[in-house]
């Protein structure tokens, strides 16, 4: 087992190894509180770090860029900005889903649809049928 600078009693009592809470401040506990709280996960550093990026996942209501993304599905997900002059885009999400790539800018929602849709439920939308309203 690697060491810990925590220990945790069975009564549920715990402490760190050469020092005294009555000596510490508020800050210090507060610290010693969340060291504890992550050696008790016995995770490591490293998974630490892979369950973060995980969490940093491409989601809906996420704004990348100034884009809120809308809609994601199959690898695909699709966003708006009113401020850009091209407000739509249709991005490729990267592999570990945690960021984006491969933009493709439209003026209209209905083209960004027809983007989206092409790409992300491998369908073609008739240009005439597609939703129209921005």
Same mark, same amino acid.
């Given at each position: 087992?690697?060491?810990?600078?925590?220990?945790?009693?069975?009564?549920?009592?715990?402490?760190?190894?050469?020092?005294?809470?009555?000596?510490?401040?508020?800050?210090?506990?507060? %610290?010693?509180? +969340?060291?504890? !709280?992550?050696?008790?996960?016995?995770?490591?550093? !490293?998974?630490?770090?892979?369950?973060?990026?995980?969490? +940093?996942?491409?989601?809906?209501?996420?704004?990348?860029? !100034?884009?809120?993304?809308? =809609?994601?599905?199959?690898?695909?997900?699709?966003?708006?900005?009113?401020?850009?002059?091209?407000?739509?885009?249709?991005?490729? &999400?990267?592999?570990? +889903?945690? =960021?984006?790539?491969? =933009?493709?800018?439209?003026?209209?929602?209905?083209? %960004?649809?027809?983007?989206?849709?092409?790409?992300?439920?491998? &369908?073609?939308? !008739?240009?005439?049928?597609?939703?129209?309203?921005?």
């Amino acid at each position: 087992m690697k060491h810990r600078f925590t220990y945790k009693e069975p009564s549920g009592a715990w402490g760190v190894h050469g020092e005294e809470f009555r000596n510490m401040s508020d800050t210090m506990y507060g %610290a010693m509180c +969340k060291l504890l !709280d992550y050696e008790e996960t016995r995770l490591s550093p !490293d998974a630490v770090e892979h369950i973060q990026h995980q969490l +940093k996942e491409v989601h809906t209501g996420m704004k990348i860029q !100034d884009y809120e993304i809308f =809609g994601i599905f199959n690898g695909y997900c699709i966003a708006f900005n009113r401020k850009a002059p091209e407000p739509y885009v249709v991005w490729t &999400i990267d592999s570990n +889903k945690c =960021g984006v790539h491969n =933009g493709r800018y439209s003026g209209t929602k209905a083209e %960004a649809v027809r983007e989206f849709a092409e790409h992300a439920f491998k &369908i073609s939308l !008739d240009e005439n049928k597609a939703e129209t309203a921005d």
